[in-house]
């Protein structure tokens, strides 16, 4: 168990601006989760995959965050045409499905900075 | 639409001193989550409630839920300095979380 990796731990990127960010879960978790987590307040929910599916997505998210996980295995999220309200911690974690109380494994999050 | 409520939201404690925090929710909701937080880290989980009475503990911090008033507390006994964190709860399949309660404790 290697925990929940994510890459990069830190960007910076101009406005407007594409930004990508990988996430890969612990080996044998089905279910990956991505939030974003700004000083001062909890991780706000921003999709989740159940494997290769998309299962919910936040409606506070707009269309210029997609995210991607294709084999079930590791995923991506990007932020298009970023904008400086963009900057915050995005925080990728996974659980089992086969425990469906199980709490959620964390990455150490990828810090984004909008200049 | 389930919102949740985490109070206080800081909380300076004395060493040796015992406290509680409240994390209250709006409708109903199975499995509350309580995670921690240290500075400049990521969460780590620490409880997980799953239904009225649930009473969880590890060492000094005991984690409960009162489903009928849509609370949960975390209750810590004989605050020491390790216990400086932010503490988070989680609810709706840690779909929606608190805005952290902030403790710290002084010698």
């Known amino acids: 168990d290697t925990g929940v990796s994510q890459d990069p731990r830190h960007k910076i990127t101009k406005r407007g601006q594409n930004v990508t960010f990988r996430c890969d879960p612990i080996?044998?978790?089905?279910?990956l989760y991505w939030y974003r987590q700004t000083l001062g307040q909890g991780p706000e929910f921003l999709t989740y995959?159940?494997?290769?599916?998309?299962?919910?997505k936040s409606r506070l998210l707009s269309d210029r965050f997609s995210a991607e996980r294709p084999k079930g295995s590791f995923s991506t999220l990007e932020i298009q045409r970023t904008e400086q309200g963009d900057s915050a911690m995005y925080l990728c974690?996974?659980?089992?499905?086969?425990?469906?109380?199980?709490?959620?494994?964390f990455g150490n999050g990828t810090r984004l900075t909008v200049t | 639409e389930l919102k949740v409520e985490q109070n206080p939201l800081f909380l300076s404690m004395q060493e040796g001193k015992n406290y509680t925090i409240y994390c209250n929710y709006s409708?109903?909701?199975?499995?509350l989550y309580w995670y921690r937080q240290d500075p400049g880290k990521s969460l780590e989980s620490l409880f997980v409630?799953?239904?009225?009475?649930a009473v969880k503990q590890e060492g000094r911090l005991m984690a409960s839920l009162d489903t009928k008033a849509r609370l949960s507390t975390l209750h810590i006994t004989a605050a020491v300095h390790d216990l400086s964190a932010t503490y988070f709860c989680?609810?709706?399949?840690?779909?929606?979380f608190g805005k952290g309660t902030k403790l710290s404790v002084k010698p």
């Open positions: 974690a996974s659980s089992p499905v086969t425990n469906y109380n199980s709490p959620l494994h």
């Open positions: 080996s044998e978790h089905n279910r």
């Open positions: 995959f159940q494997n290769e599916a998309q299962l919910e």
């Open positions: 409708t109903t909701s199975d499995r």
């Open positions: 409630l799953l239904s009225n009475g």
């Open positions: 989680s609810l709706a399949g840690n779909l929606i």
